[in-house]
């Protein structure tokens, strides 16, 4: 008896407690729906505009994201938008029911989110994606969820480097920006394979423990994903999420890899280092074979050229500012022929407005070599 009395205060405490976390949000918001054939939009007062848009863009990515990843949702996708944060940020999750809750505000420039064209339909794709990996489920688990409800999800237990890997090759696949588009998210990349420390397979397999943080699931899942879909073909994970959702026991995620391509992932990470260690030596050769004059720019002004050096010499070896001009700007529109390049006129322009030349070729001995103290800077 006097235990029984010990368990309910026990189960009291709990439901206080429960409530007690609970968060009801803002009581003062006002809740509206927009219907579309595969989905629910839930957004609050303010935000009509952009409910509208991500409605739009949801049809639309089902439409292109079905096909290519082999499974449609059996039923409408719930979506609720709230803008209480600044983060940029959205999750999806299939049970008990497929939700997907998206932030409506947009990533700063200096995130690694920062490459996008149009930032609703990037997070829509990337957050549907979640959705079709994870619902696809069928086979005995699927017998399970028609009895208890949607319990099982075997999609679910993977490691967090293939779904977000593979959210971001198909963000980056169906819009312009995307990660595997970002040069911030490529330099991290390729300085980790230069300087021989990529992180191995079972570091990205669990939380990260080393810079960048929880971003090495990305840039290592959407690069190493991305690499197998291009070597084994653009179904390969439509297939392995088919076998892998189809699959009783869980974990078993190199059983469905290797029944798809016939290697486990140990045996693909090898492939893809090997792939990578050649595919930034051949751009560092390059960059290197250009022997370019390395030149420090003004920060106020990127078009300013404040000195060059040959970037194979010696740093001592430091070029006068006026060999430095006329600056002209690698550009990957070239100027058309008779049209004199725009940042060369503004450079000379700023040359004659300064008197920046005659000053640099007065101060800097002819043929001389000394460094110019601004290059420090
Ligand atoms: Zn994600």
């Avoid at 409506?104 to 990996?133: C, F, K, R």
């Avoid at 208890?148 to 293939?162: H, M």
């Avoid at 690698?330 to 100027?335: A, E, G, N």
């Amino acid at each position: 008896m006097r235990r029984a009395r010990w368990l309910a205060l026990a189960c009291v405490l709990w439901v206080v407690t429960r409530v007690g976390q609970a968060h009801a949000g803002d009581p003062y918001l006002e809740w509206y729906t927009v219907k579309t054939p595969h989905f629910r939009v839930h957004y609050h007062g303010g935000l009509e505009g952009i409910a509208q848009r991500i409605a739009s863009s949801a049809e639309s990515a089902h439409e292109r994201l079905v096909p290519q990843l082999g499974w449609a949702p059996k039923q409408v996708t719930e979506i609720v938008v709230t803008d209480d944060t600044d983060s940029a940020n959205g999750s999806a999750s299939t049970i008990p029911y497929n939700v997907v809750r998206l932030f409506a505000t947009a990533p700063d420039d200096m995130s690694p989110l920062g490459d996008y064209d149009n930032w609703i339909n990037e997070l829509v794709t990337h957050e549907y994606t979640h959705i079709l990996q994870i619902d696809n489920t069928s086979g005995l688990p699927a017998l399970g969820n028609s009895i208890l409800g949607k319990t099982f999800a075997p999609n679910q237990a993977q490691p967090r480097w293939i779904l977000e890997g593979l959210a971001v090759v198909m963000e980056t696949e169906h819009t312009s920006g995307g990660r595997l588009r970002s040069s911030q998210f490529d330099m991290y990349l390729r300085a980790d394979v230069l300087e021989q420390r990529l992180a191995r397979l079972d570091q990205i397999s669990n939380p990260a423990r080393r810079w960048p943080g929880g971003n090495l699931w990305y840039l290592y899942g959407a690069n190493f994903i991305g690499w197998i879909v291009d070597t084994y073909g653009p179904d390969t994970y439509a297939a392995v999420a088919a076998d892998y959702g189809a699959s009783v026991v869980p974990w078993g995620i190199n059983r469905a890899i290797r029944r798809v391509t016939g290697r486990t992932y140990e045996q693909l990470y090898e492939g893809w280092r090997a792939y990578l260690e050649r595919k930034y030596a051949a751009q560092k050769q390059a960059v290197l074979a250009r022997q370019p004059l390395m030149c420090c720019i003004g920060r106020w002004n990127p078009k300013i050229v404040l000195t060059c050096r040959n970037s194979n010499a010696p740093p001592s070896k430091t070029a006068s500012i006026s060999s430095a001009f006329p600056f002209t700007r690698i550009s990957s529109r070239p100027t058309p022929p008779n049209v004199k390049s725009t940042s060369t006129t503004r450079l000379n322009a700023f040359r004659s407005r300064t008197n920046l030349a005659s000053r640099a070729s007065a101060s800097i001995p002819a043929g001389g070599t000394r460094s110019n103290p601004s290059m420090n800077s």
